[in-house]
């Protein structure tokens, strides 16, 4: 006991020159919650932004266990407690979930839970600096969302005549997006009763071995289906790259346009293209 | 699912035979078997496998599929397999599942197209 007031003599408040000053600075801040947890986690000091996220005044919380600020299923999995004794363990404990305001709503937080110790490394209690992420994590919701109608938008698959879908694919190739590609343009094929898919790669910037094993497996599917795909915008940056990475392609007809492509699908529904006074 | 509820439907000198949508194993090989019998009795020259019902393409159906086709084409007959769902060749593709020299068509009047072309209109898988 006489060791811990002889550690609390010299508390940063001290050497800050007023421990008056000290605290009217910390329970002033608004945008951090900064709350002194005892060894057991309960309240001991509350400050402004505390107030302000969580709804609790510093009356009614003090005293009270910090478990109140999670959501029931945290505290069932006890996780108030495993973050104590994270901090206590490693001296510091980050996160970032759920927690809940007074009047039950939740708010996304960012919470450092610091074990504060005396010379000696005797704990003392912890400290605990929370910030509210909400409009964070909206917005990181919001790009997720965005990227996923990106994602939609970006595969299109036409018709461009009886027998004949066009799909133009722009950016990169990755197992995500070739999934969807390929559902898409298999059911379009379907749906359309073509024969022939164009795939046009004229937008996809460069080709990898994986890009490629992509495109190989939606050719495949597409093949399986009783459908035939003609690969074509294939630039010769890209022609290059296909023989330097040893790609083999010779199974699959592939033309550099997308103009070309179409007459190979024309060719293939035995159809031509006739002028109005009857020459080719 | 047994022998009796598979129709193979002759169509002059073609076969037309429907999967069932979800079939074991034990239909599938009774399945090639039925063929066979069919193709030497009526020494078609060709076989359409309807699977336009089928939900789920295994790998044992996959192989035995694989398979037939070769044992109708030492018969003298070419295989087409017809209406495969999109859901169904992207994943068949994704395991890398295969079907060895079958012909595959968009669906039935594809398929008799095909069979009834030239033989220049061969398509491999």
Redesign the interface.
Known sequence: MKEQMTATSESPAVVLGSEDSFRLLVESVKDYAIVMLDTGGHVVSWNAGAERFKGYHAEEIIGKHFSCFYPADSVQRGLPEQELKAAARDGRFEDEGWRVRKDGKQFWANVIISALRDKDGTLRGFSKVTRDLTERKQAEERIKQQSREIMELSTPVMQVWQGVVVAPLIGSLDSNRTQQFMERLLGRIVETNSPVALVDIMGVPTIDTQTAQHLIETISAVRLLGAQVVLTGVRPAIAQTLVHLGIDLSGIMTRSSLSAGLQVALDILNLSVVCKNGSH | MTLESISVIKLHDLLLVTVPADPDDETVSALQDRVLEAMAQFEAKGLVLDISTVQTLDSFFARTVAETVQMVALMGGRT???????????T???LGL??GNAL????VD??LDLLNAAPSGV?R?
């Open positions: 087409v397999l017809a209406g495969m769902r999109a859901s169904v060749a992207v068949a593709a994704q295969t079907v595959t068509a968009l669906d594809r398929a398509r898988v």
